[in-house]
């Protein structure tokens, strides 16, 4: 079935200006931001690409974020403004590379396609009077499908650009958005447009992918209701959660017994991702302290092989965690089955307690889900390739320069070379920044003795 | 070293192991008080040979492959316990002669001496007291000739249960209720042997069927052997159950040599000489065995004796080689009942 | 009035909506009223709306948090099962 | 009074929930607007977000408002999120206060809702006065010197001074040693998975820091002193003489010198002069160790390369920024800890040093066969150090490999195996390779036992049902971590703040984690805390991307709170000049006023201590003069009205 | 009695760090506290302390720096002595001088600051409000 959205692509036009930029980052979660702005601030012009419609990655979805507690949005959002009114960044959100090539003269050229919104971006208020009319109900992506958006929407409370979206596939082109628009920013003949795009450098900040827990079949993600995912638990945790309280997905009861399931989808040949992902004992741990605050009286079990508590004040906050009640007990789940009244079984070993074969039953399991890879981008280059490692992440071939990739000028920030947490991929977005205005300063040198 | 004795006998990932559990908890047999693979897995990893030998856990494996399966290192769990039953097999055999039959130059040697024995013996037992039909022999001869066998078997294989009954009974300890051991013994017989229950609980369930019928095939057999043996004719209760455990035998190790060569299973995967002739030399009884029904002439006694050969071969091996499964996981299953917890 | 650019785009490209989306068009509409009416004489809980109007609590669930963030219906009080009722908000 | 015809907007923030779950900000934003001067308040979901800015921005563009209060979260969170809203909507930044009605209202007083509201509304009429009473001010504009000092010349010190080269500004690196390379020349070990040894990065940065001639390098140097303010350091360098004018042919010089000592890290005899310590070590001249040489002359008989008279040398030097790259120490066991002191155990550092050198372990001659390595040494410990070391896990994991090749067997006695990410591969390649881990409770901890000649350890190990476990082995290795460096005199020149774990403290860790609380002195690498190689050197870099985003333009701007003097009420009693620690106030011929004091603004730091034993109130701190205050006093209670 | 009011005065960069990480570890402690921020505390002017019990304050707690004053070495003797010089202005105006207190607060110092002004509240408690009359 071809989609509507393709044959719209299919119209897409060419413009004709070139754009020029010393750097074009690709990704626009915290890393791509961070080394924005930081390039943006020695006053280099940057071009930042997002192929979602808002910046912010993942991070802006967070709850709060260990070991220090504070809210992800309020670290994150800032961010995004700074972003979206530096002047020396432009920002390009629901855009995608087509192609990058190599020009000896101009450093790299892009072909980067600005996908329509149908909306005019310059017009809309963010009202959300397009998405209340739209008869579509869609699974919120954002909210990792616990509720609904509509077809015509709003992407999230604190998107940046707060601009409306129509979701063309999704869309039965009944026209009440465009009616009922205040600004008339409603426009479905928009076209994408393809501009090109010379820059001197490229960054790649295009994070990780998460693992897709349907693939662990023993831990009946999507079979068993009230098993989610780590992601999800972390929207119901957060202030703009998508239900009114931690509730279960299934029946929207307060659990009052939850259990983490670590390493899904990590350290795990049998779905062929032997690595860890270095952050899903953390933000379990800290998920647990959030819940024993959202409901006090509920139990917290973590399931784990090795707490992998490794960073600045990560021991202590697992100490705290211990603390304050939350069970920690080392086996590594291996089948999870329906129980009573939506609760889920857990079958384990409890390893420490001299080796015994445990059932337990939670009212809510959650599957902290690992972090894989998302280097797609790797295909867009054209004539030239950029290395992957034997794990699918970014190569990073030289450890005295560990943000540089196997091109020259093409650099890699935040979890492209593979999984980091938060303070890791800000550290070396900065870093990816250095070197990147180095290799700038030294082009630019090239170019005035020429 | 405890663990390198155990990969010689196949046990080729168990290093990988980090103790993850998810063997133990998705195995379909393992239960509380009595975990495994993991624990097997770390007895021998540790060195500790007295609890690994002292673990009736070790013949409740049927090898389903569930944990090689789910194992996240990939370090072959079942495999594991496969081989620890291969040791454990040598270290319960009187005088450790079991060890010689998985040395790879030695086994071969043995069958083949065997089988000349066998052979030899079989020709001289059935000389004609006239010295002229040699072809032609009084079924009394084998018969008899079986009976010394079985008694010599059956005095190893009690040799090395006591062995085995001294490793369990330093781990753990048994009722004093006689009464308790001969329902227990029934129970078990009746529920593990005939009828294979644990067995359904793994999830290959073609795999369970061939082996329920490898072993009713046996049983068939040897009460068809023992009404030819009282009637001293072939009455025709005797041929139909000949007959059936025939097929069965067939059937069953048919299943399971065509699974090894397709090699898809995790239990099929590895196999070492050991394992192909057991495998091969049922089958081959089997298909004797019931050739002898539509066979006339000389081809029947042709037939006849290698049929004899091969089960002479079996037979006497069993209590060394992985036919002493069969009595070991019977016997370790009975204790298992009358432990006290 | 002129065109809605929504009907040109249909003429333009020859545009059927699919029968999928039309069906989860009318789905949902008629969710979504069934469980609005059920919640109109008192609060109900999820597991009580699901059983008067035979629809299975995951999607009543979904449907409600959805009604909710959009601000129709609003949570009232916790049970003691841990179930929170909600109504329409006025 | 004041002119009170100011326009005030005020927000309250819900922060999702975070405030308005107990705070009613409905009421507060309504009380707010009753407040005097207040042309508009109003609440919203999240200030900070770009809705919430734009709301403010249009606030300010539309109703003309000269002065915004935000109450919300900690000012340190968001005080300059919404200085700059301010700034692009065209008003002054610092017409704003930053009321905190989250972590010291909301957050601490969640069971006492309505008192919680008014204590938000106390604060919030605090702010009000506050700005109504402030006045639009500048940053001051302060030239900054376009070079960085580094301070240490390990592996994330090397990497900082090339990254600031390359970006266009001078670095000085200065260096305690003699030699560059820290820590990590000490170890060779492979830095997975780069396939790469680690002295071999030591080696590579060391050749394309020689490349390049922007960067100045002191070895045997210590940072002195250092005066002056983001921009505008001053750091005096004492470099301590090598004695050695050029590398010297004669490699008999080390038995030469009559002087011996055993080095404290690598336990080795080494006499007084130092030698390069590894191919391709940076000076490759040799240096005399002061502390050791009595200056016998001998060598100086056998080289004519040697220099006895070289005299130590102070330079100053003006920097813009500094960047503190001190790393770490090595955990050093007590006494019995483990059995440590006992023939046979050694630490991680110990083990490393021997296998980079000979590829296996030998104690007395003898290969060791078996070797059992106890981890969180020093690390983890509920007395002592609480941190995890980070590194540790997959160091010890990278020996036990090469431990294995060389035929030793090894048991791992851990708490949890921290190898994180593609680490991960390092355990599975020691399990395969024949690892036995055996995990132990810290509450009954394994007991390291030496009985005639044969070293015995004991564990209950929790993977095997607890059950206790003899290994008998010929060498134990402690796997020790990292320990903060102890460097008192460093501390208090350059006045970082140290964390609970004493390491230095960054303001954020994920906002601004290489940054200090002192603006322009930056810390990166293991200074910070525990890293591995690889992670100290993008903390490096991100260091100089920081130094660079403030002072590549060759200016830098700072905040306008500095202290200021109206000479009109002036007394020149001399109490501030004598108050102040930056020695910024001086006396200063006003014109047709005569001598009164005056304040150094690039210099002032803004503490405000001279503001408070004015006797006169004359001098004062600008964004928070003394009226400003006061009329925080009178008003916030809410008493009086 | 009206309930007691407490003035804290704070620090940017040390104290008001440790009485926000009260917040963030939820360490409670009574609501009647208003929180002003100064740079230092050696900044405080002791007639500051008068002011504010003038305005209707009845104590005045002043959360200093301690030895983790980035500013100055010795910010805590310099903070005694203006406490103490506020003392002495405030017996001179008849009001009990225990009515203001300083004690460092450290930047994680999130408990003791929770305990300490607990303890100075329960003090007050026992002068009364200085608003007693009105």
Not at chain 1, 121 to 133: F, K, L, M, Q
Not at chain 1, 375 to 390: H, M, P, Q
Request: glycine share 8%.
């Amino acid at each position: 079935m071809s989609s509507l959205f393709s044959k719209i692509i299919e119209r897409a036009e060419e413009v004709s200006e070139e754009k020029e930029f010393d750097a074009v980052v690709i990704g626009a979660g915290i890393a791509g931001m961070e080394a924005s702005l930081d390039l943006a601030d020695m006053g280099y012009s940057v071009l930042l690409i997002e192929k979602e419609p808002t910046i912010g990655g993942k991070m802006f979805l967070l709850s709060k974020v260990f070991p220090t507690l504070d809210c992800a949005s309020c670290i994150s959002t800032p961010k995004m403004a700074a972003v979206a009114h530096h002047p020396n960044i432009t920002l390009w959100t629901y855009s995608e590379v087509l192609k990058i090539r190599r020009d000896s003269e101009r450093g790299y050229v892009l072909r980067v396609m600005k996908k329509p919104r149908f909306v005019d971006e310059s017009a809309c208020t963010g009202c959300y009077t397009c998405e209340e009319v739209c008869p579509i109900d869609v699974p919120k992506e954002l909210d990792f499908n616990l509720r609904a958006r509509r077809a015509a929407y709003i992407p999230f409370d604190t998107a940046v650009p707060k601009i409306a979206v129509i979701d063309i596939d999704n869309c039965i082109l009944c026209g009440k958005c465009e009616r009922e628009c205040p600004v008339n920013a409603i426009n479905f003949l928009q076209k994408p447009k393809i501009y090109t795009v010379k820059a001197k450098s490229i960054i790649i900040a295009t994070g990780y992918n998460l693992f897709q827990a349907e693939k662990k079949e023993q831990y009946g993600f999507g079979t068993i209701p009230n098993v989610v995912t780590s992601m999800q638990m972390e929207r119901l945790l957060s202030p703009t959660r998508p239900f009114n309280h931690v509730l279960r997905p299934m029946d929207g009861k307060e659990p009052a017994s939850i259990g983490y399931v670590l390493c899904t989808g990590s350290k795990d040949r049998t779905v062929g991702n032997p690595i860890c992902s270095q952050v899903c004992c953390m933000y379990s741990i800290k998920q647990a302290q959030l819940i024993l605050g959202a409901l006090p009286l509920a139990d917290v079990t973590i399931y784990y092989m090795d707490i992998r508590a490794y960073g600045k004040g990560f021991e202590e906050f697992y100490n705290q965690a211990q603390a304050m009640g939350v069970r920690f007990i080392h086996g590594r789940v291996a089948k999870v089955e329906k129980g009573e009244g939506g609760s889920v079984k857990v079958k384990y070993e409890n390893i420490d307690e001299g080796g015994k074969l445990e059932t337990a039953e939670h009212d809510l399991l959650v599957l902290s889900v690992g972090l894989l890879p998302n280097c797609e981008i790797t295909k867009v280059f054209n004539g030239i390739s950029l290395s992957l490692d034997e794990f699918g992440w970014l190569l990073s071939p030289d450890p005295t320069n560990p943000v540089k990739t196997n091109l020259e000028g093409v650099f890699a920030a935040g979890c492209s070379t593979g999984p980091k947490d938060i303070p890791d991929t800000v550290v070396q977005a900065a870093s990816a920044a250095a070197e990147c205005a180095a290799y700038l300063k030294k082009v630019n040198i090239i170019a005035e003795e020429r | 070293m405890l663990l390198d004795e155990i990969k010689k006998m196949g046990a080729f990932d168990v290093n990988a192991c980090c103790s993850c559990g998810v063997c133990t908890a998705i195995c379909p047999l393992s239960e509380n008080g009595d975990e495994f693979p993991r624990k097997m897995l770390r007895y021998a990893m540790v060195g500790l040979e007295k609890e690994l030998l002292g673990s009736p856990q070790l013949w409740e494996c049927y090898y389903c492959g569930e944990c090689t399966k789910s194992c996240p290192r990939q370090a072959d769990p079942g495999g594991f316990m496969m081989a620890a039953r291969k040791y454990a097999i040598t270290r319960y055999s009187v005088g450790k002669i079991g060890k010689a039959f998985y040395n790879k130059t030695l086994a071969p040697l043995i069958y083949s001496f065997l089988s000349v024995f066998s052979l030899i013996g079989i020709l001289l037992i059935s000389r004609d007291p006239n010295g002229t039909a040699i072809f032609t022999i009084p079924e009394i001869y084998i018969h008899l000739a079986g009976l010394v066998l079985g008694t010599f078997v059956i005095v190893i294989v009690i040799a090395n249960l006591a062995i085995m009954y001294r490793y369990i009974s330093g781990t753990r300890k048994f009722t004093k209720n006689i009464e308790a051991w001969v329902n227990s013994l029934i129970r078990v017989i009746i529920k593990e042997v005939i009828v294979q229950e644990r067995y359904s609980k793994c999830s290959d369930r073609l795999r369970r069927y061939a082996h329920l019928s490898l072993v009713l095939g046996f049983i068939l057999l040897m009460i068809a052997t023992t009404i030819d043996y009282i009637t001293a004719t072939r009455p025709i209760s005797g041929i139909v159950l000949g007959f059936a455990g025939g097929i069965m035998i067939i059937f069953g190790s048919g299943f399971f040599i065509y699974q090894r060569l397709k090699h898809r299973e995790p239990y099929s995967i590895h196999g070492d000489f050991i394992d192909w002739a057991f495998i091969i030399l049922i089958f081959l009884a089997g298909c004797t065995g019931f050739s002898l029904d539509f066979l006339t002439g000389l081809s029947a006694v042709v037939m006849m004796y290698i049929h004899l050969t091969v089960v002479f071969d079996l037979i006497v091996t069993a209590p060394f080689t992985k036919f002493a499964h069969a009595i070991y996981r019977t016997f370790a299953l009975w204790l298992k009942e009358v432990q006290i917890k | 009035m002129t065109k809605l650019t929504a009907q040109e785009l249909r003429d333009m490209l020859n545009i059927k909506i699919p029968e999928r989306l039309a069906k989860i068009s009318k789905e949902q509409a008629t969710a979504r009223t069934k469980i609005i009416s059920a919640i109109s004489d008192r609060p109900k809980t999820i597991p009580e709306i699901s059983e008067e109007i035979k629809m299975p609590v995951e999607k009543v669930t979904w449907n409600i948090m959805t009604l909710y963030r959009y601000g129709v219906v609003e949570p009232v009080e916790k049970t003691d099962e841990g179930y929170y009722r909600y109504r329409v908000r006025k | 009074m004041q002119k009170n015809d100011k326009k005030i907007g005020v927000y309250v923030c819900h922060c999702g929930g975070n405030i308005s779950d107990v705070v009613d900000v409905k009421k507060v934003s309504e009380e707010a607007s009753k407040m005097k001067n207040v042309a508009v308040a109003r609440d919203y979901m999240f200030m900070c977000s770009e809705a919430g800015q734009k709301m403010i921005e249009d606030d300010v563009k539309s109703l003309k408002l000269d002065a915004v209060v935000v109450a919300a979260c900690s000012p340190k969170l968001h005080e300059l999120t919404f200085r700059n809203v301010i700034k692009r909507a065209g008003g002054n930044p610092y017409m704003y206060y930053h009321a905190n009605i989250r972590e010291q209202v909301s957050w601490v007083h969640e069971h006492e809702k309505e008192k919680a509201t008014e204590k938000a509304i106390r604060e919030v009429r605090a702010a009000v006065a506050y700005v109504a009473n402030s006045e639009p001010l500048e940053k001051i504009t302060v030239r900054a010197e376009k070079s960085v000092l580094i301070v240490g010349g390990g592996i994330a010190g090397m990497r900082a001074a090339i990254d600031i080269a390359d970006m266009g500004m001078n670095a000085f690196l200065v260096e305690k040693q003699p030699f560059l390379g820290g820590m990590t020349a000490k170890f060779d070990q492979e830095i997975f998975p780069y396939g790469k040894g680690s002295l071999k990065l030591v080696n590579d940065l060391i050749e394309e820091l020689k490349k390049r001639h922007i960067i100045v390098v002191f070895t045997n140097a210590e940072l002195e002193e250092l005066s002056g303010y983001i921009g505008n350091f001053l750091a005096k360098i004492r470099i301590k003489p090598r004695f050695f004018k050029e590398s010297c042919k004669d490699s008999n010089l080390e038995s030469i010198c009559p002087k011996k000592v055993i080095d404290p890290e690598t336990k080795e005899v080494r006499s007084a002069i130092m030698m390069p310590p590894f191919e391709g070590a940076y000076p490759e001249v040799p240096a005399i160790d002061t502390n050791i040489c009595d200056f016998c002359g001998q060598c100086a008989k056998a080289c004519s390369a040697i220099d006895l008279s070289q005299k130590e040398e102070i330079l100053e030097i003006k920097i813009g920024a500094v960047i503190v790259a001190t790393g770490f120490e090595t955990y050093t066991p007590k006494q019995g800890e483990f059995g440590y002191g006992t023939e046979g155990v050694i630490t991680l550092s110990t083990l490393t040093k021997i296998l980079s050198k000979k590829g296996y372990l030998a104690l007395d001659g003898k290969k060791a066969k078996s070797v059992a390595m106890i981890y969180c040494v020093g690390s983890r410990q509920e007395k002592g150090n609480q941190y995890c070391s980070r590194y540790c896990c997959s160091a010890a994991l990278e020996a036990a490999i090469s431990l294995q090749k060389a035929g030793t067997r090894v048991f791992h006695i851990y708490r949890d195996i921290r190898s994180y990410g593609k680490n991960e591969i390092l355990y599975e390649k020691a399990s395969i390779g024949g690892s036995l881990f055996l995990k132990y409770n810290p509450d009954s901890p394994p007991t390291v036992i030496k009985n005639g000649g044969k070293l015995t350890v004991k564990v209950k190990d929790l993977l095997t049902e607890g059950k206790e476990v003899d290994l008998d082995v010929d060498a134990v290795v402690l796997v020790t971590g990292m320990v903060p460096r102890e460097n008192e005199k460093l501390n208090s020149i350059i006045k970082v703040s140290v964390g609970k774990d004493g390491f230095y403290q960054e303001v954020h860790p994920k906002l601004k984690p290489v940054e200090t609380m002192i603006s322009g002195i930056f810390i990166c690498g293991t200074a910070q805390g525990p890293k591995m190689a690889v992670e100290s050197i993008c903390s490096a870099s991100a260091a100089a991307a920081k130094a660079a985003s403030l002072i590549l333009k060759g200016y830098t701007e700072l905040e306008p709170f500095v202290a200021t003097v109206d000479p009109n009420l002036c007394s020149l009693s001399g109490d501030c000049i004598k108050e102040c620690p930056y020695n910024a106030i001086y006396v200063y011929e006003y014109e047709g006023i005569g001598k009164k004091a005056k304040v150094n603004e690039a210099v002032c730091k803004g503490c405000g201590a001279c503001v408070a034993v004015c006797p006169n109130g004359a001098i004062q701190l600008m964004g928070l003069r003394n009226i400003q205050i006061e009329n925080m006093i009178v008003n916030a209670g809410g008493f009086n009205d | 009695m009206p309930e007691l009011q407490v003035l804290v005065f704070s620090t940017n960069l040390i104290s008001d760090v440790g009485i926000d990480s009260a917040g963030l570890m939820h360490f409670p402690y009574p609501a009647n506290t208003t929180i002003i921020r100064l740079p230092c505390s050696s900044m405080l002017r002791p007639e500051w302390v008068l002011l504010a019990i003038k305005s209707g304050f009845d104590g005045v707690f002043v959360a200093a720096d301690g030895s983790d004053c980035p500013y100055l070495k010795d910010c805590t003797e310099r903070t005694a002595k203006r406490v103490d010089l506020a003392q002495r202005i405030l017996r001179e105006n008849g009001i009990e001088p225990e009515r203001v207190k300083m004690a460092a607060i450290c930047s994680v110092c999130a408990e003791p600051f929770a305990n300490l002004i607990k303890d100075f509240i329960g003090n007050l408690e026992k002068i009364g409000s200085v608003r007693r009359g009105r």
